[in-house]
């Protein structure tokens, strides 16, 4: 990250940019860093201006205590009077939760795009299970065990044990740990899991909500949901594509949503 700028809580927030169009501010998910849709940026870079940073509390940006979701709407506040443009925002994961919520709370954007924010509404047992998550995460954090809170993570996405365990050994697990403590800012941008409808009804920009048609029934059956909640809301799928969207088949889809 070259750039840096500050949210008005004072957190420093680093971030870059690159291309030339449209402005559109891309936020990551649970367990990433803006480096992790820097891809996707280089892929929307020849028709947008594509914005990348790190979260609160991940890579080069920093953390101020106690964490509040409307803090990460500021620092989206923050982005868009550093890059001085009208900007639009895309997020994936729980990243395209916390920009319905930016965009519900009147944040001024002139798109939103999201790629599977994962409301449990859709999963079976999805609000006891993430109840549950909440609970056991709170404690690992509180009692400073960064790599149960991570594998928590992972058997939550469905990971088996087996391939968790090969996850601890593997050089990726010193930088996955190193950024748990930002996975209670994601639980807390979730909420209870549910889809939240009354905030949805509220956004007056247009939403793209795209899904993979290989991904798990309930994030294709939110994503729809999402897009039929709020008032200007589209769909799409992207035949043979999982929760990890490759960026060369999802930069098109928003390439041509963001520019038209």
Known sequence: MDKMTTSRDGTPLAYEVTG????????????????????????????????VYDRRGRGASGDTPPYDVDREVEDLAALIDAVGAEASLFGVSSGGALVLRAAAGGLPVARVAVYEAPFVDFLAGGAEQEAT????????????????????????TGL?????????????????????????????????????RERLAAISVPVLCVAGGASPDFLRAASRAIAETVPHGTHRE???QTHMVEPDVLGPVLTEFFTG
């Open 20 to 51: 030339q169009g449209p402005t559109v501010i891309l936020v990551s998910g649970a367990m990433s860093t803006g480096g992790t849709v820097a891809p996707l940026a280089e892929r929307l870079a020849g028709r947008c201006t594509a914005v």
């Open 133 to 156: 998550y909440k609970e056991q995460l709170t404690k690992a954090l509180d009692e400073g065990r960064r790599g149960d809170a991570v594998e928590l993570f992972l058997r939550l």
């Open 160 to 196: 088996g044990e087996e391939m968790i365990r090969g996850a601890r050994q593997s050089p990726m697990w010193e930088g996955m740990e190193a950024v748990a403590p930002s996975l209670a800012h994601d639980d807390a941008v979730m909420g209870d899991g549910l889809l939240p």
């Open 238 to 240: 992207l035949e043979g």
